[in-house]
């Protein structure tokens, strides 16, 4: 009796798993030696399809591991188990300008895999699958507590680990896009950190100024964290990205209310106007605007508008005087800020300030502004909407695909081991 | 939803003060490196991980705390709050490194629920907290919802309810196009219409159809003819993403019994392999399976109780009779056959209907269809891995309503063991026999 329908059996393990957790994916009963793509395909929140594929061989014994086979090509090659997340682009015919970002958090991003035969490129839609199967992937674990913040005029969303606490506390920073970004800080509360996702970019308008925030709104959020009956006071980190950069640097050295136990520092500069606030670092960007960029596909870079880095002291923060153990992460191909350049002038601050020993850099090659959790999606470029304008523009961020992914995966680790040891860890490694 | 909570507990209360802050109604916010003026102490607060986060029934985790003091005692514990409303805990003891760190993968337990190095030990070693109800089994009516963010279904596995051509069941399907291989899913004597297995085979690639056929409702009678179950297993056969050719059928205790019937006896019954667990192949061949069920009730002389009143029925069949008449002729099975058999099973006389099924085989000359596994220790309800045993429960005869305590029989450790031995040895011989390998030829090899 001979089966006319070849039936392989594909499995993922495992079947739910949270964002930056890895999975294998395996593929049995192929035929011995048979060419397979392995295809994965997110419907998004925005209604735009992703996908990503590799072109794997079966092995004698008609198998295929992800952790073991290698991808002969596709949206990623080699030996990359997780290339079926981190390689995924929106489909040919998408809009353009995308980035994948989770809004609602409290449910899981649903991946499909399903595994085809032959070596596919395209056509995936009319081709019917061998297998297919579901995997889930989540920003929140169990028992993890979402809390709205609306106190103080302090806008935000706060994630608390299961369980009684205290626990040590993280204030989550954004970058110019504004709004209220949740993923890290769910994300962050699944390691153990109660951690404060923070609005903060929103223009307030009377007449023809537009103003920001000023410095209490961050020193009114840093003190909800602090007083929050479930967060260890004194145990408080500030994490921010871009523009979050700025503020996390700006606050730890000015500020007398906020008193980082450690700071992380992704993907941002130090360059801005000593004891300014945000609006003043707004205006301080925009005096250079003439030195916007483009490139070949008219995408916008913005990493001149803050160079050259002054020598000015009066228009950089005094890292000098920081207090607390620094990370500062920062990718080499950044089109959108020039962080290499500032995390070497910080470097050399700290250096003839004498504080050099709470500085630890990660400098990435290959990797662009926006690094992210691990195992989502690499932007290299997206539409981008000025805040304070209706302007949309399409901005250059940076990077190739498998350096940023790779940074993406080795930059989260590291973090959480660095917040671990300074958060979680004795008072041995505070000054 | 339910959690699955592991509290680092400390085992001794003084250190309790020192270290750790002290919980007053949740609010008070005296953490420990507020005492820094006290410099021997290093000011540490463990940090407690568990992967996956949310996992199916049959997968393990690995639980690891960081950030204890070194060679520090402590007690990991895990709460579950059932359906039924009742607490089950289970709790190890364990001394942390000199790095501070206790892998419990790793760690040998001293003491509690279990000890030695048991990595599922917070589950499958779980027992209703002191004060509880007595005769409790830990069971999942309600598949949909987690169990502790432990899941019996598989992202994308689908639940059908089955009513057709008379027979009640549920199908669970796995997510893609299929084709798939078909089980068909029989419980026991217990009754009712239990999906969990089904649902967890679903979540492994197997088409699988939970079937009802003793009714705990009134209303209901109790399904035991030879048609229902060859419309059961027509249904399964005919859906669009079975494989026709490679259904198995899957019993426990009088699943096993009807497994074993159909088997050697339907004319439209051909399953692919069979796989038995805690069942025997001893009833009556000349009257129907329901008079067979009716008569097993009626011996009632022959139960016997133990020293703590509970109803022990292992010896209801015995001595295994020599009449063929009496047992199934095993002579007539064409198909791969997994026995699993507890030798601790206090409910059925299964190691010996195992052994004498064996016998019946090799003088009819297809012994090498059988693998039986047997498990020392091992009581009657030999079920998916890391769920909890039930020694002895509540059970509710069906036609008299009378409510008794059941003895299964089986020990902690060794029945958990058991557990999660025969279930991976059970998925490896379905997908053995059920899913098209391109290597072997039409005939399955054992």
């Not at chain 1, 005096?287 to 001149?304: A, G, L, P, S």
């Not at chain 1, 005087?321 to 290499?340: F, Y």
């Not at chain 2, 999942?140 to 309810?161: H, N, S």
């Amino acid at each position: 009796m001979t089966e006319k329908a070849l039936s392989p059996l594909l499995s993922i393990h495992p079947s739910r798993g949270l964002i930056d957790e890895k999975f294998c994916v395996v593929v049995r009963y192929l035929p011995p030696f048979e060419d397979i793509t392995l295809r994965s395909l997110i419907h998004s929140e925005d209604g735009d399809y992703w996908e990503a594929y590799g072109h794997y061989v079966s092995d004698d014994s008609g198998l295929v591991n992800v952790e073991s086979n290698v991808s002969l090509g596709g949206t990623y090659d080699g030996l990359e188990p997780m290339g079926l997340l981190w390689s995924m682009k929106p489909v040919p015919g998408s809009r353009t300008g995308l980035r994948l970002r989770k809004k609602e958090i409290q449910t899981p991003v649903v991946v499909h895999i399903s595994v085809y035969r032959g070596h596919m490129s395209q056509g995936f839609n009319e081709q019917v699958a061998l297998a297919s199967v579901v995997t889930e992937r989540w920003y929140m674990a169990p028992g993890i507590r979402r809390v709205d913040i609306t106190e103080g005029g302090v806008s935000g969303t706060l994630f608390l680990p299961p369980g009684l606490g205290p626990f040590p506390a993280l204030l989550d920073l954004w970058g110019g896009g504004g709004g209220l970004v949740e993923y890290r800080s769910a994300l962050l509360a699944s390691h153990g950190f109660a951690s404060l996702a923070l609005e903060y970019m929103t223009p307030r308008t009377s007449g023809s100024s537009t103003s920001y925030v000023g410095n209490a709104y961050f020193e009114a959020a840093f003190t909800i964290l602090k007083e929050h009956p479930q967060v260890c006071g004194d145990r408080i980190a500030i994490l921010g990205l871009s523009f979050g950069t700025s503020v996390a640097l700006g606050m730890a050295v000015y500020s007398t209310v906020i008193q980082p136990r450690c700071l992380v520092c992704v993907s941002g500069s130090h360059v801005q106007p000593v004891k300014g606030s945000l609006t003043d670092v707004f205006a301080e960007i925009n005096k250079n605007v003439r030195n916007t960029r483009y490139d070949e596909e008219n995408r916008v870079i913005w990493r001149d508008l803050l160079l050259p880095i002054p020598t000015d002291p009066t228009k950089k923060v005094d890292v000098g005087r920081l207090q607390c153990p620094i990370l500062l992460i920062v990718g080499k191909d950044d089109q959108n800020w020039p962080a290499s350049e500032s995390a070497e002038d910080m470097k050399q601050m700290m250096e003839q300030a004498g504080n050099s020993h709470l500085l630890t850099t990660l400098s990435y090659p290959g990797t662009g502004h926006l690094i992210e959790p691990p195992y989502t999606p690499h932007t290299r470029s997206s539409n981008f909407m000025v805040t304070g304008t209706r302007q949309k523009l399409l901005v250059l961020w940076g990077g190739d695909t498998k350096p940023h992914s790779y940074a993406q995966e080795d930059s989260w680790k590291k973090t959480l081991a660095f917040l671990e040891e300074h958060l979680y860890r004795g008072p041995q490694s505070h000054l | 939803m339910l959690l699955f909570r592991i509290c680092c507990n400390l085992a001794s209360s003084t250190a309790r003060t020192l270290y750790f802050p002290v919980r007053v109604n949740g609010i008070d916010r005296r953490c420990f490196n507020k005492k820094r003026s006290s410099s021997t102490m290093a000011a540490i607060s463990p940090l407690l991980d568990v992967q996956p986060t949310r996992g199916l029934v049959d997968e393990k985790i690995q639980v690891v705390v960081n950030n204890l003091p070194p060679l520090f005692p402590v007690t990991l514990h895990s709460l579950h709050h059932s359906e039924d409303k009742d607490y089950w805990e289970a709790f190890g003891h364990y001394t942390s490194s000199n790095l501070g760190m206790v892998t419990v993968t790793k760690d040998a337990s001293l003491g509690g629920t279990y000890e030695g190095t048991e990595p599922m030990g917070l589950l499958w070693s779980m027992q209703p907290v002191p004060g509880s109800r007595t005769g409790l089994r830990l069971r999942k009516m309600d598949v949909l919802t987690p169990y502790d963010e432990r899941w019996y279904l598989a992202p994308g596995v689908q639940r059908i309810d089955v009513r057709e051509d008379g027979v009640k069941g549920t199908l669970f399907l796995p997510p893609g196009p299929g084709p798939f291989p078909g089980v068909l899913d029989l419980w026991g004597g217990g009754g009712g219409l239990v999906e969990y297995r089904s649902g967890l085979l679903a979540s492994h690639g197997f088409v699988s159809m939970a079937l009802e056929y003793l009714s705990s409702d009134k209303d209901r009678t109790s399904r035991l003819e030879y048609k229902y179950f060859e419309n059961a297993f027509r249904i399964v056969q005919q859906h669009p993403l079975v494989m026709k050719e490679r259904i198995a059928l899957f019993g426990l205790s009088l699943g096993t019994s009807v497994s074993l019937t159909m088997a050697a006896y339907s004319e439209v019954i051909s399953p692919r392999c069979c796989v038995c667990i805690s069942g025997s192949h001893v009833h009556p061949l000349n009257i129907s399976l329901h008079d067979v069920f009716t008569k097993f009730i009626e011996n009632a002389h022959k139960t016997r109780f133990d020293e703590e009143g509970r109803m022990v029925w292992k010896d209801i069949i015995l001595p295994i009779p020599s009449d063929p008449e009496e047992k199934v002729d095993m002579g007539r099975i064409k198909c791969p056959l997994m026995l699993v058999v507890g030798e601790d099973d206090q409910n059925w006389a299964t190691v010996e209907s195992a052994e004498d099924m064996a016998q019946m085989m090799h003088a009819a000359g297809n012994k090498h269809l059988l693998t039986t596994l047997r498990y020392p220790g091992a009581g009657h309800l030999i079920e998916p891995p890391y769920t909890p045993l039930s020694r002895a429960s509540n059970y509710i005869f069906q036609q008299t309503r009378d409510k008794v305590i059941m003895l299964w029989g089986g020990h902690t450790k060794p029945h958990a063991d058991a557990q999660e031995d025969a279930w991976g040895k059970i998925l490896f011989f379905l997908r053995q026999h059920l899913y098209p390998s391109h290597n072997s030829g039409p005939h399955s090899k054992l």
